[in-house]
């Protein structure tokens, strides 16, 4: 088995990881069982962020690492919350006052189309020249009103009109295929296959 490093601390995100890349013989580790602090994300793209939480996890590891980076893109905003999603509203973190900006900031927008944005890189070893990356969307809109008790952050106002149903609605096996978190890993799997 295969030894890979994942940049987060997530328990959930972690287990999709690890099952999605089971198959290909990759055994996941989260960072900190390598003591590994968190990594600075100082760029205003997902990309730029990734790529450096990415680099930063192999750096400590001295193992492949597989980092991603996710945010809710609103086209009436320029794209914000964008890399800024997690903390919109300021520190400490709060999906309900980042909720409550969001909803605010839209206020005299007719446009509410909205999409969550996954990137996910993985490099061989730090100084990888070839990272394989990896990207997914799910679009929607922005509704004012929040819907379900699934889910979490923006789900319960980002409503995905062909299914009628918010993130936070949507059942869990359907929300993993269609999110942009499970695009961007099937992509990151199919990719690993051609390598």
């Known amino acids: 088995m295969q030894k890979l490093v994942i940049a987060s601390n997530n328990a959930?995100?972690?287990r999709e990881i690890g099952a999605m890349l089971q198959p290909m013989s990759f055994e996941v580790f989260p960072q900190s069982a390598f003591n590994i602090p968190e990594a600075e994300e100082p760029y205003c793209t997902f990309i730029e962020n990734c790529l450096t939480k990415a680099r930063h996890a192999s750096l400590h590891s001295g193992l492949p690492a597989l980092a991603d980076d996710s945010g809710i893109c609103v086209d009436a905003l320029n794209g914000?919350?964008?890399v800024y999603s997690a903390h919109f509203a300021g520190f400490p973190k709060s999906d309900q006052r980042n909720n409550e900006k969001l909803i605010e900031s839209l206020q005299g927008h007719?446009?509410?189309?909205?999409?969550?944005?996954?990137?996910?890189v993985l490099v061989r070893y730090p100084e990888d020249p070839q990272p394989i990356i990896a990207e997914g969307a799910m679009y929607g809109?922005?509704?004012d009103t929040p819907r379900g008790d699934g889910g979490f952050g923006y789900d319960p106002y980002f409503l995905l009109p062909e299914y009628g149903q918010t993130g936070a609605e949507i059942p869990m096996e359907l929300k993993n295929r269609i999110s942009h978190r499970g695009k961007a890993l099937a992509m990151l799997v199919e990719k690993l296959k051609q390598r």
């Open 80 to 82: 914000a919350p964008g």
């Open 12 to 14: 959930g995100k972690l």
């Open 141 to 143: 809109e922005i509704i």
């Open 110 to 120: 007719a446009n509410r189309k909205a999409h969550y944005y996954c990137v996910m």
